[in-house]
């Protein structure tokens, strides 16, 4: 009996979130827009948006040329800062699928690794919305 409430009680929590996926994916596209324009008027040349790898296992929501520098860009957003900035959304293991996924990238590209760059842009979609640029993310890169 108690596995039985068990299971309604998932069923219930899982359609609940079905429900709000679509008002979530369309912040994630807006605030990805937010980013994409700020990116321009800093001087970065977007190239591609929502790479991934033909495997699936990592993607990109933009890439850029900020001059001679190939940079990989991940967009964070969120409707309130109220649980912390945005980017703090972004583990180790997050960032280890956008290495591998920015690798193939420059290697199809034939850019060297060295002119590679790691930047992340969170917006909290406020009026006006609030965005934070961190250049250099990861720090240094696993090479």
Do not use: C
């Not at 980013?35 to 850029?64: C, K, M, T, W």
């Amino acid at each position: 009996m108690l596995g039985f409430l068990y299971h309604l009680a998932d069923g219930a929590r899982w359609r609940a979130r079905r429900k709000q996926w679509p008002a979530d994916q369309a912040a994630g596209r807006r605030g990805e827009d937010i980013a994409h324009r700020f990116l321009q008027r800093s001087g970065i040349v977007i190239v591609a948006r929502n790479y991934r790898l033909p495997a699936g296992a990592g993607e990109i929501d933009l890439i850029g040329w900020d001059r001679d520098t190939l940079v990989f860009v991940e967009v964070k957003s969120r409707h309130t800062d109220e649980y912390g900035l945005p980017e703090r959304a972004i583990d180790r293991e997050k960032e280890l699928r956008i290495i591998r996924a920015a690798r193939q990238f420059a290697k199809h590209a034939e850019v060297p690794w060295e002119n590679v760059r790691f930047d992340v842009v969170s917006v909290i979609l406020r009026m006006p919305p609030e965005v934070r640029h961190v250049r250099d993310a990861f720090g240094e890169k696993e090479r």
